[in-house]
């Protein structure tokens, strides 16, 4: 269950905040004025993020060293970053529009 916090939610209660996400494996969107800030998730779901986003750098790489066109370390790296936040945002439900 995602639920979304203010950021003086998140002083105020850290602990349990961070019991929930332990025990109960719930997810906290923290917003400051409204808008997204950060993410409390359990950590393996961090990493299940990390690696969707390197396996999807990996095929890509991949593909690309099959057609001859071998990527610099550079190009690598922000292949790399851009698969990452690729993966997030697939996790993510669109933006709400402010009223």
């Known amino acids: 269950m995602t639920e979304k916090v ?4 998140v002083r105020q209660r850290l602990g349990d905040m961070l019991n929930r996400v332990a025990l109960r494996r719930d997810q906290f969107i923290i917003e400051r004025r409204g808008k997204p800030l950060a993410a409390l998730v359990p950590v ?3 990493a299940q993020l990390q690696e969707i986003a390197r396996r ?3 095929e890509f790489l991949a593909r690309q060293t099959e057609h001859g066109d071998e990527a ?6 922000a292949l790399a970053l851009e698969a990452q936040r690729w993966a997030r945002r697939r996790r993510r439900k669109p933006a709400r529009r402010p009223r």
């Open 6 to 9: 203010s950021t003086l939610m």
């Open 44 to 46: 393996d779901k961090l």
């Open 72 to 77: 610099s370390e550079k190009e690598a790296m």
């Open 56 to 58: 999807h750098a990996l």
